[in-house]
């Protein structure tokens, strides 16, 4: 059963940066694409960026341009660089991926970022 458990999120100062991760754990076969999204309080879960397992991007336009979406496939983590944060950046952030058995997601990181 494979796992993902999201780290790096924190406290940020508007225009900071922080780096986000997502690895996977368990008995991995292979992990398709995977992404990144966010929900903020008293909003929907929303796409951020998302990335193919032959590195193909895709990204949220209220994130192009500052977010960079990466993944090792040998250490089956995939990561979120986030640059120039502003307060509307403020949520929790999810990553999600595809496997055999479907669509798994982690537990979430808050990230909150103060102007």
């Known amino acids: 059963q494979v796992q993902l458990v999201e780290s790096g999120g924190g406290l940020v100062q508007a225009g900071g940066s922080l780096r986000l991760s997502c690895a996977a754990s368990?008995?991995?076969?292979?992990?398709?694409?995977m992404g990144w999204y966010r929900q903020a309080p008293g909003k929907q879960r929303e796409l951020v960026a998302t990335?193919?397992?032959?590195?193909?991007?895709n990204y949220a336009d209220s994130v192009k341009g500052r977010f960079t979406i990466s993944r090792d496939n040998a250490k089956n983590t995939m990561y979120l660089r986030m640059n120039s944060l502003k307060p509307e950046d403020t949520a929790v952030y999810y990553c999600?991926?595809?496997?055999?058995?479907?669509?798994?997601w982690g537990q979430g990181t808050q990230v909150t970022v103060s102007s």
């Open positions: 368990g008995t991995i076969f292979r992990i398709n694409a």
């Open positions: 999600n991926a595809e496997v055999a058995r479907g669509v798994i």
């Open positions: 990335i193919t397992s032959g590195g193909s991007t």
